[in-house]
């Protein structure tokens, strides 16, 4: 059973069945070449598509609402500010969350490699010279053999840039985006990046 829409919903989700039909199309089409696109992009579309409709019949949400609500909650950060109401959006959530963490995830792959080009990107002026020594290559290393190599402040400084650069990404959005203040922003971006 299909509800009637609002023009801006209608056309909100004209446009995610016309972009997900685009996808599926360029992945079935043989000149499609990126493998991306063939599968995670399928996949998100997919992801997305289904939660805007079923959402939109069992909770009557829009589809920017329901792509939030699906963001947030793939990714596990849950913010709570927006959940379902009926017991069947409940029960949909259920499933549907767990199926989006597995699936959504390994489609975000491209992310998380782009995140690392980042701070890779961002430590190569003080990362230090690669190891020419051919005990590196010796079977029998130690742990105090490695401890003794290593260059321990540029170790701990590369552990800590991918949740620092995450961590400064969340502040722009969260004072430039949306005009959030210093303490509303700092909380938002800490609780979106530890995922509580």
Known sequence: MLAWHLPHQLAAELVLVGVSAMVLLYSLLPW?????????????????????????????????DTTYFLTVTITTVGYGDFCP????????????????????????SPLVDALMYVKELLLRPITPPAWDDPVWEDDDLTLDDLRSRGNWRFKFGA?????????ALGLFISFFVMGLGAVDGVYWSTITMTTV
């Open 159 to 167: 552990a800590l840039a991918g949740p620092a650069i995450v961590y």
């Open 32 to 64: 499609g070449k990126n493998q991306w696109l063939r599968t995670h992009g399928v996949i998100l579309c997919g992801y997305y598509a289904v939660g805007g409709l079923v959402y939109d019949e069992l909770e009557g949400w829009g589809l920017l």
């Open 85 to 108: 109401e009926t017991p069947e959006g409940k029960l949909f959530t259920v499933v549907y969350c767990l199926v989006g963490i597995i699936f959504v995830f390994a489609a975000l």
